[in-house]
């Protein structure tokens, strides 16, 4: 637990009760000494008689949210932390009903204003609260020319030295710091609450950050595929069309016709199926149109490797496309990175970009200053940090995809979601668009939730969202923390989030053929159909699928849909390979016999870059544990470690390393659970390369050869 020292002399009653005699006045604060800053207002608004700047009343409600805030002390300050800063903050505090906390609110493009919507919000909720310009005033990237100390403002500097004077104004005001700091941000807010919990652990005890909003490429690709070329656009009235087509390809995937895609990333729609039978029309797509279409649901790659340079759109997502693909300019948050950061030309022709020479400028460490993609929020979760992400798959700006890959490796680099769960989690909400709105439920109490986690360690198992139309909520849904999904009990009505439950997702498998668009999948994926992948089932069980995958060597087998599904693999061949994904890559150098642990994953390449063919075992799990693991006084482990050694565990499988030397007998010992067996080499009843599944059993084994006989058995929890 994060926690501020608390310098109540009062009763800790009256600590949380707000009353209007505080240490300091409103008035007063305008003479606070703060370090690179300048108070330049200090004083009190009343109730209902705050307005934001002209310009600034677009959204829900227009100008009423505010006429409903309470009274409260608004401050403003210039903080200039380098010779070219002009960062201006406010800091929002309660003249009554502080509840001892503070939020600081996020902001979203390229920021240039300060979120006062989202800060009443967070006044109305009892919050001293905080938002900054961060640096620079007006929207678009323009600022960044020639300003790299103001870039770096945007980038992170500015929600720092927000964070630390905003606290010092409320200890300054309430004679108390503040007991819990949150922080809530979605797009931008949510790679700044990212960026936060990275370079600023201290920060925030909890963190809400929803679609963070990291720089890609993908921007790039879609108007390359949609807008460099006039045949091949998309015009918006076609969008509604596309849709319909990937969610009555997608929908019932998940046993429930809704009208919503439950997991888009387990339906691969082909817009194909929309091709034009005659003349064209706003119900189909040219020839050109469906190439572009197909570019939108597919990753951008590397001209010359083909390597995936970030994460795609989904299915689900159509009806927004114009985010993206309008014209006849590329998206404006990424066509300003590349003008203003990456190539400081303010007149660059984006129909140049070259997805070779051009990506990888683009990721250079110090045209991506603004990104968060650390995975190692150790020094955050340490200290008892929560971070809670969401978002919405059918968001058009930041694709799922990309915050999946993101949550997979943090939960990677903490250890596993049984190390990680308690930390991080994250919900996806069908349907929901950027930050909200779309065709799902997309409102849901993430601040609470929050609350409930940080401050008395329940973690938030669900989170209840709404979906309104014409001012009155029309459908309700659990959203599940990742990787479950909200699952239909069979009776009741469907728009009742209480007749869904949380469950693992269901396995599915691509095959080779397909109807009305959609690949027909019915287990779990394993690679996709590659010239240099060949797949060889061997075992299939209630519990898990076993396949050999056979690697051809310098040629790279692209997994677009990724793995829906937690795997064990074992290496059965010795060799190296490289590992794309939107995240990184990683090179994999193993043994005969290794084994390796790989939680579900989204798109990837990998590559073996081996002279030789490489084979890896595989096993998907199907669905979570079934329980704790039954425990014996005879585990093998334990009773007879000349024999059996531990190779690896988690809350899925164990995984034994069995050695017997020519003609040794182990010890007694009993195998309580399910568990694939792989033969290493030769043996008395089985063959180099076997693989056989094997119930609990008790018994005394012996190698009755002249040869050590080598195995690997991994036990299925």
Partial sequence: MIRSTITCAISAIACLCASPAFPATCESLAAIALKDAQITSAQIVPAGQFSPPAGQLAGAGGLIPYLQLPAFCRVAA?????????????????????????????????????????????????????????????PGGGFAFGHPEKLIDFAWRSEHEMTVKAKAVVEKFYGTAPRWSYWNGCSTGGRQALKEAQMFPDDYDGIIAGAPANRTVLSMWIAHAVLKDPASYIPPAKYPAIHQAAVAACDARDGLKDGLIDDPAQCAFDPAVLLCKGEDGPS?????????????????????????????????????????????????????????????????????????RDASRGDLPENLVMNATDPNMEPFFSRGGKLLLYQGWSDPRVPALQTIAYYRSVIETRGGTANASNSVRLFLAPGMGHCG??????????????????????????????????????RTRPL????????????????????????????VLEQTSSQNGVSNRTEPPAQSPSPSATIVNKLDTPQARVYVATLQPRTPSRSPNGHATNRMLVYLDDGVMTRQENTGKETITFKRGDVRWRPASGAYVAENTSDHPIRILEI????????????????????????????????????????????????????????????????????????????????????ASDQAADRIAIELK
């Fill in 78 to 138: 210039t903080l200039t932390p380098s010779g070219d800063s002009d960062i201006k903050v406010e800091v929002w505090l309660p003249s009554a009903g502080w509840n001892g906390k503070f939020q600081a609110v996020g902001n979203g493009g390229w920021a240039g204003v300060i979120s006062y919507s989202a800060m009443a919000d967070a006044l109305r909720a009892g919050y001293a609260t905080a938002s900054t310009d961060t640096g620079h005033s007006g």
């Fill in 284 to 356: 189909c797509l040219t020839a050109a149109q469906v190439t572009a279409a197909q570019k939108m649901y597919a990753p951008p790659v590397h001209a010359r490797t083909g390597k995936p340079l970030s994460s795609p759109l989904v299915p689900g997502t159509e009806l927004a496309w114009g985010e993206q693909a309008l014209g006849p300019q590329p998206n404006a948050n990424i066509y300003d990175q590349y003008r203003y950061v990456v190539f400081k030309d303010p007149k660059w022709d984006w129909k140049t970009f070259d997805f070779d």
């Fill in 480 to 507: 599940c923390p990742y990787p479950q999904v909200a699952r239909y009990k069979g009776t009741g009505s469907s728009d009742d989030a209480a007749n869904f439950m949380c469950l693992a997702p269901r396995p």
């Fill in 620 to 703: 998907d799990l199907k669905g979570p544990p079934a329980g704790p693991a039954p425990v014996t006084p005879l585990d093998p482990a334990a009773v007879d470690a000349q024999h059996y050694k531990v190779a690896f565990e988690n809350e899925h499988v164990r995984v034994l390393r069995v050695h017997y030397g020519p003609r040794e007998q182990g010890a007694l010992h009993e195998h309580m659970l399910n568990r694939v067996v792989v033969y290493l080499n030769d043996q008395p009843g089985a063959k180099v390369d076997d693989v056989r599944i094997s119930g609990p059993a008790k018994h005394t084994e012996q190698n």
């Fill in 437 to 474: 709105g779309g065709e799902g439920p997309n409102v849901f109490d993430k601040v609470s939730a929050l609350e409930q986690w940080e401050e008395k360690g329940k973690a938030p198992d669900m989170l209840i969202a709404s979906h309104s139309a014409s001012g009155k909520a029309d």
